[in-house]
């Protein structure tokens, strides 16, 4: 009966298409790996309908109450992407969690999350200390950053590049620059040819 159950579950949850649809699944399935996967939907279908904070708050009922599903790790660090990208307060937990699962050596995500702890301090003009994980981490991995070795190097020449971190204002054009005031309809400009 349990197997029927959760194949039951998990078709219901791949059906599931919109936010209503998998908070139905989520909650008839409550702690099953199909209440899991359809709150994972339902966060992701939240976060771009721009619903940011039911998002979070999905993905927050995720990690208090499916630690042993599948994806774990991913839902807990696409929490912690979304904190960072609210910035201000949230960043502190998401750098929490960020440090959380990059202690775990089992987890694939463990490269990422640490990467991530480097782009924190990176977005606070920390370059040195972000430029330092970037360095260390295929150290500490032993080769296993795996698909993440590609953005930890790119990220290495980003900082190489001395790239400008902040936003500045256009430089102003010069008055002598700017386009001539346009004539009325009908005149023509005045050419003046040089003699000779």
């Known amino acids: 009966r349990n197997n029927e159950k959760a194949l039951h579950g998990a078709l219901e ?78 960043v502190k937990e998401a750098k929490e969690l960020y440090e959380t699962l990059a202690k775990d050596k089992d987890s694939d995500l463990a490269g990422l999350a640490q990467m991530r702890l480097g782009d924190l301090l990176w977005e606070e003009g920390k370059e040195e200390e972000a430029k330092k994980i970037y360095e260390e981490l295929p150290r500490k991995l032993q080769g296993e950053l795996g698909q993440f070795t590609e953005e930890n190097r790119k990220r290495l020449e980003w900082i190489a590049a001395a790239l400008p971190t902040k936003e500045v204002d256009a430089p102003t054009v010069p008055d002598t620059l700017n386009a001539p005031t346009p004539l009325p309809p009908g005149r023509a400009p005045t050419i003046t040819l040089p003699p000779g």
């Open 13 to 90: 949850s791949t059906r599931a298409k919109t936010v209503e649809d998998c908070a139905i699944v989520a909650l008839n399935f409550k702690g099953s790996v199909a209440g899991g996967n359809a709150l994972l939907m339902k966060a992701k279908l939240e976060w771009e309908q721009t619903k940011k904070d039911t998002s979070i708050a999905s993905l927050r009922e995720f990690k208090a109450n499916y630690s042993r599903h599948p994806f774990y790790t991913q839902g807990v660090i696409a929490l912690a992407s979304r904190l960072q990208t609210l910035g201000g307060a949230d």
